[in-house]
């Protein structure tokens, strides 16, 4: 039974960077500097297609995580140890400072921000109900 989560938006990031981002593409147009505006372009393309395509997704037996072309990693959710609440801004497939660190196998963790953070926990502590929830705070 596959269970899919979106990552939860900080849009006081987001709307920024698009106002830049659009700011700075029309400047480009008007200036015809062709080769920037193709840039910014692209650039722009890869960070829409990041907030469409980072998504959590439950199987019966892993959490898979996606974000992007380049980010992929699937956990056996039996080796899922702690959840931890958390605002950690380290680099992560996350695009919400309301996170979840995930800590699994021995040393290995990664941070999330599901969409519907209490639905997460409680199916994944469904799954797996060893797992320790904890929070930052």
Do not use: H
Not at 11 to 18: C, E, F, S, T
Not at 91 to 100: G, I, T, V
């Amino acid at each position: 039974m596959k269970k899919k989560f979106k990552s939860k938006i900080e849009y006081a990031i987001a709307l920024p960077v698009a106002v830049f981002l659009l700011v700075t593409e029309t400047m480009m147009v008007v200036k015809g500097i062709w080769p920037l505006v193709i840039l910014i372009a692209l650039v722009t393309a890869s960070i829409l297609y990041l907030y469409v395509s980072t998504i959590y997704e439950f199987t019966e037996e892993k959490l898979m995580i996606r974000s992007g072309i380049f980010y992929s990693k699937e956990i056996y959710i039996r080796s899922i140890k702690t959840i931890r609440e958390t605002t950690n801004y380290l680099a992560s497939p996350a695009l919400s400072k309301d996170r979840l660190e995930i800590f699994f196998n021995r040393y290995e963790r990664v941070l999330i921000s599901p969409d519907g953070k209490k639905d997460f926990i409680s199916r994944i502590v469904q799954l797996n109900p060893k797992i320790k929830v904890s929070s930052e705070r």
